[in-house]
């Protein structure tokens, strides 16, 4: 088996040629015909990731976010980043990133969080132009029972495991219609009006942006590893059911940048 299958066994459900123009999904080090072993799967690499799959043997780490996004000019250790590909280099470690390319797959990043939350009726919440009925943004379900709004958010905070949640005024009704992206999905924060969600839970929300909806839908910050966390799940299971007798298994190191304060 080599370092090209488990390429292949996860492009199969998100083709590279899914990712945004900015992104940098793929094969970021290593060589994809080398052969490989075991795999660890993690949200973000991090030298300390990289660290766990030498201590655990793996050959190829699979990640959601790449590593490297913009182009690099040397490889010296003055960032995680650089100490991070020299590392893996030096223990013969490939790294793919699974990206934009998992956020726009039906099959992948929203759908995953939509199914948490317990969400019914899924489809696309932008559907792509070329593909629409497998490929684009977000998604948009239906909670089996209508629930207020409080209620809700209590939902999503034990569904994502979050202390705290940021999110506009209350709107005083309740809450069945519920669109989603996982991540920065304040750009389709407009199909989820055009589509009258009652709710539209994503990441990376700015001050202004809750001025937006102006009472027309309850807007929810969940925190990006948050709505994000869960891919790692996804990518282990699309890995083990091509290959189930592959070596695979989710990173123990937790990658969250953010931490919180919750005042009692």
Request: net charge negative; glycine share 6%; charged share 25%.
């Amino acid at each position: 088996m080599t370092v090209k299958d488990i390429l292949n066994c996860i492009t199969e459900v998100a083709p590279l040629q899914w990712q945004e123009s900015y992104d940098n999904a793929g094969l970021q080090v290593g060589d994809l015909n080398a052969e490989a072993h075991k795999a660890l799967i993690c949200l973000d690499i991090t030298e300390e990731i990289v660290d766990e799959a030498i201590a655990k043997k793996c050959d190829v780490i699979v990640s959601h976010h790449p590593l490297i996004f913009r182009g690099m000019k040397h490889l010296t250790p003055q960032t995680y980043i650089e100490r991070a590909v020299m590392k893996a280099v030096k223990h013969d470690i490939a790294m793919i990133s699974m990206h934009t390319n998992l956020d726009n797959s039906y099959l992948g990043v929203s759908r995953v969080l939509a199914e948490r939350l317990g969400l019914k009726n899924q489809h696309l919440l932008q559907p792509s132009v070329n593909e629409p009925e497998v490929c684009g943004s977000g998604m948009v379900g239906e909670l089996e029972m209508p629930m207020d709004e409080v209620d809700f958010l209590r939902l999503v905070a034990f569904t994502i495991d979050s202390p705290c949640l940021r999110h506009s005024a209350l709107t005083g009704r309740k809450i069945c219609k519920v669109a989603l992206c996982g991540g920065s999905g304040v750009p389709f924060m407009a199909d989820a009006l055009r589509k009258q969600a009652d709710a539209y839970l994503t990441a990376d929300i700015k001050y202004h942006d809750f001025f937006v909806p102006e009472g027309r839908l309850l807007l929810v910050d969940g925190g990006h590893f948050e709505t994000e966390q869960f891919t790692k799940e996804l990518i282990y299971g699309l890995i083990r059911k091509k290959f189930p007798n592959f070596a695979a298994e989710i990173a123990e190191t937790r990658t969250n940048a953010v931490c919180y304060f919750v005042r009692n």
